[in-house]
């Protein structure tokens, strides 16, 4: 699926699998879609620049990807 060290992966997974796969705690997914007032998760919007908006395609669905750092 990809290859790379393992800071890679953690840090730039290219599938979701990766995301949720490599590291402790796995990355958490949520579907959202894009539209014109930013990413639309269903219960909440996350607005976003005028230039990252103008990238995509309005309506496009995305899985979006969070990872929690493990602070010491």
């Known amino acids: 699926m990809q290859t790379g060290s393992p800071e890679e992966l ?4 290219q599938t ?3 995301g949720y796969f490599i590291g402790s705690p796995g990355m958490n997914l949520m579907d959202c879609a894009l539209t014109e007032k930013g990413l639309d ?3 909440f919007v996350l607005g ?5 908006g103008k990238a995509f395609l309005t309506g496009v669905k995305f899985q979006f990807g969070i990872r ?4 010491r």
């Open 16 to 18: 979701p699998f990766i």
């Open 48 to 52: 976003i620049s005028s230039g990252l």
């Open 68 to 71: 929690r750092s493990l602070c």
């Open 10 to 13: 953690h840090a730039e997974p």
């Open 41 to 43: 998760f269903g219960e």
